[in-house]
């Protein structure tokens, strides 16, 4: 299997990795923060949260091993753009990261709570608000730092067709919706249950997009003679 072809394959899971992941890890976190007394139903259900976290970490390592992994595919074409969507993408996954602590530290503070009882439930409820909060703003800094690659990355597919032009243009309509979505959220302006109809376009993408590196992989005519060419230089 010649290397070009192995990336592709790699990129190809890391995409679905990264996606299946963070969806698992919405669901397991959201029934749980959803509830009013959201602290008490944390202690409650523990084992729920430490696996929405691990989750949410594989996400972060997946989105930052794409932006490793797509580097020296990328820099053929435009070096720029490369580095410009592996930093973005490694910001996504420490930030993702920042979010697992926040929502792990969750659950230490959700027990002593239960442990505390009513004197000082007002104490407990402030810290539980920040560690929210610190989990949201993460989260979705992570997602604007999705939405400011992936148009470097579809732009830079799309001029250099090492796949079919409709995928890329595929994702560059989808990016503006899930940027546009994740600032509306960020701001207060729509309901977080309406995002994954926003997300919907550049997930499927990403997922058609993932089959296609996995079974065809980039264009072999055009990887040949791209990588040929920046050979002799």
Known sequence: MNPTKKTAIIVGVLFIVATVAGVISGIFWGSVMDAPDYLSNVAANKPQMIISGLFLLIMGLATAGIGIMMYPILKKQNEALAIGYAGFRISEGVLMSVSVVSL?????????????????ASYFLTLGNLLQEGQFWAYHMGTISFG???????????KSKLVPRWLSVWGLIGVPLWLT?????????????????????????????????????????????????TDTN
Not at 104 to 117: D, P, R
Not at 200 to 209: F, H, S
């Open 148 to 158: 400011l690659a992936a148009p470097m990355f579809y732009y830079s597919l799309y």
């Open 181 to 229: 979505v994740s600032l509306l959220i960020m701001f207060g302006s729509i309901a977080e249950s309406l995002e994954m109809f926003f997300y919907l376009p550049i997930g499927v993408n990403e997922i058609v997009l993932a089959v296609w590196l996995i079974i065809k992989g980039f264009s072999p005519s055009v990887a040949a003679s791209g990588f040929a060419k």
């Open 104 to 120: 792990i530290s969750l659950v230490t503070l959700s027990q002593e709570f239960v442990k505390a009882g009513a004197p000082d």
